[in-house]
C-alpha cells in the first residue's frame, strides 16, 4: 500500500515525463467493458464488422462505404474535389498540387516570422455526398429516394452540383482503438450510447431487448468503446455518407435487404471474408445475408421477437412477423445502430499495426533501425521534444496507456478563430504510426510532407496560440528525423497484407470538367443537377498484399506509380454495377 502512495507522488512531481517509446506488440488492445452483454460471437462481430465497413451499398447513394474515405493506410488518398474552405472562398473541384502546400508558405520556413508567401485557411478533407434529402429506402435497392437540395451554393458551379467536402482532414482509422476519444476534436466518448457519438451527454432511445415474451427499451451503455460512437456519426452524416434525414431503422432495414457486398469482389484469400466470398463473383456466398451475420454475432434478445415497432421503436398492437411497408420495423431493424456500432469497432480493433521497424528495434534487433534513423530517434526524444506529446507505443497521449495529459493539444496550426476543435484550437495528438502513408498532415490536411511537418515544429508552429518552442536543427537532423518517422511504418500496412487486406472498392475521384470550371451533366433524372463524375477501381486484396507498396502523398502530388510500381495509383476503371 505505501508503494502505491509513494509512486503516485512521483508521477504528481513529474507531471510533463513522456511516456517512453516502445513496441506496441505488448500492449493489449482495449476492449469494450460488457461486450458480452451483447455479443455471444466474437470472430462473427469482426466478420460483420469488415463486410460493413467495405460495403459501398451502405451510403445513400448506395456507392459510399466508410472506406471511401480510409481506404490507404486507413486513410484517403485522392487528390480532386478533395478541398474545402470554411471561411473563405474556394474552387470546387480543384485538383491538390504540390504548389498548393504548406497551405501557409512563409519565405524563410525556420522561421515564423518570415514573410509570408501564402496563407490560406482551406483545408484538404474528403468528397462525400451530393446534399440531398432522404426521401425513403426501396428495399432491395442500394440507393435510396432523395431529393437535390440547393443550399450549399459554394459546391456548385455554374448551378451544377459536387460532392461536398469534409472540413477536416481524414485520419487513419488503423490503430485507433487505441484512443481513448476518437475525432480531431474527440467527440466520439469513449462511452456509446448505441445511437450516437455523444455517449452520456446525449439522450438516446436504447435498445429493444426481448424478455419474458416481451419487448422492452433498455439504455445502451459501454466503456472504452470510442470506436463505436465514433462509428455512429458518419454514416448518418448528411455530407459524409447519407442523404439529410436518413434515419437508423430505415438503414438497418436497407442493409437487411441487400446481399452483402454484392457490388464488390471479395479475394478468396481475404483473411477474414476469404471463406464466405463469392467464388468468381461480387459479394459473398448466396447463403449470407447481414441478418444472419448479426444473429451469429448478437445474443438472440437484441433480435428474435416477431414484434413490429414504429421508426421510434413503438410497439404496433398486433403487428407482427413481416414488415407491410418501410414505416414498419423488425427489433434487429430498430437496434442497427448497436450492431454497426460494436462491429466496426470489434473490426478496427483488428487494425493494429505493431510490426514497423521500430517495434522490431525496440525487441532488441538493433540492425532493425538504421544509424541515421537511431540518430534521428535520439532527436525526436531530445532537442525535437516530440515525445512529450507523441510517446509510448502508440506515439500519442490520446491512447489509454499514455497518461493523456497531452491528448488534445494546441499547436498553432491555424488561429484558434478558424476551428476551435476540442477549445482554443487544440486537437486531439496525432499517433505517428504509418505516418509516411497517410499524408496530407494536421487537422487541415494542410502541409505535404514530413519534411515540411518538421519544419513546422522546428520554427514553433505557425500561430502563437500554440505555445511550442522553436528549436535548432541541421539539415542532417533534419533528415535523420524524418528518417525515424519512416520507421514507424509496418510492411503490412504498405502493402496491404493481412489484417489489412480489403475487398475491391469503387471511390468518386472528382468530377469530370469539359474544360476547366464547365462540369457535365451526370444525366440522371432524378437529380438533374449531379455532375458526372470519374470513378476509379481499387482491386480486392487477399492476405498475402500486394506487390508493390502503396503510394506516399508525395509520390501521388508527384504523378507517381501510374507505371504500376505503386499500389493505389488511382487510375484503375471501376468495373462494379454502380446504381
Ligand atoms: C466522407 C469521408 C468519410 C467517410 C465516408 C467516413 N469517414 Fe471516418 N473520418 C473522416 C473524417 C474527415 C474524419 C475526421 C473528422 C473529425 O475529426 O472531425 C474521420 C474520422 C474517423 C475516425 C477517427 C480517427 C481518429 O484518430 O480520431 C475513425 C475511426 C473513422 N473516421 C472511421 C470511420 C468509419 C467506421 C466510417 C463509416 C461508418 C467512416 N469513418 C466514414 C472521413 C470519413
Ligand atoms: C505539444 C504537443 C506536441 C508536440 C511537442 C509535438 N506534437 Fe506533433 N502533433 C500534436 C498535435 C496536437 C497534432 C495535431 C495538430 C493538428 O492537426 O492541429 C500533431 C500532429 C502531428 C503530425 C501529423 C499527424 C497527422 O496524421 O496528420 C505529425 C507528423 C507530428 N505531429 C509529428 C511531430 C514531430 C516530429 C514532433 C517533434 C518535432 C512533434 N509532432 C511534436 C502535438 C504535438
Redesign the pocket.
Known sequence: MRSVVFLGVISLAAPLAAQPLRSLKNVPVPEPAGLSDYVRDRQALIVLGKAL?WDMQA?SDGR???A???FHAGA?HRSRNQLMDPVGEFTPNALLLDSMFPFRALADPSTRNSSILRDSAARA????LFRRRFLDIVPGEAAERGEEILDAPAFTIGGMQVRRV?A??????IN?VF?VR????G??SRVFNGFNPSGDGASAPGALVFKDGELVREPVRLDNAS?AS??V???LDH???SYAGRTWPKLGKKMFSLPPLALQQVSADDSVLGPIARAGGRGLDERQSYLGMVRAAFLPKFWESGFLVNENGEILAGRTGEPHDTSEFTQAEFNFPVFWGLS?LAY?ATLVSNDAPFDRFQEGDPGALTQEQQDGLRFYQTAGRCSTCHGGAEFTAASFSNNGRRAFQSTGVRPAGEDPGQGNASF?T??LRNIELTGPYF?NGGQATLEQVVDFYARGGDFANGGLRAFNMTSTQKSALVAFLKSLTDDRVRFERAPFDHPELCVPAGHVESRPGVLVPAGSELFPRASAERWVALEAVGASGNQVPLRTFPELLAGAGGDGSRAHAMTAECTAPLP
Open positions: 465497413f451510403g459510399t462505404a466508410c471511401t474515405c480510409h484517403d478533407g474528403s468528397s462525400g469534409t477536416r482532414n481524414t485520419p487513419s482509422s485507433a484512443n476518437n475525432f480531431w476534436d467527440r466520439a470506436l465514433q462509428a456519426g458518419p454514416v455530407l459524409e455518407m466496426l478496427q486531439k496525432s499517433g487537422h
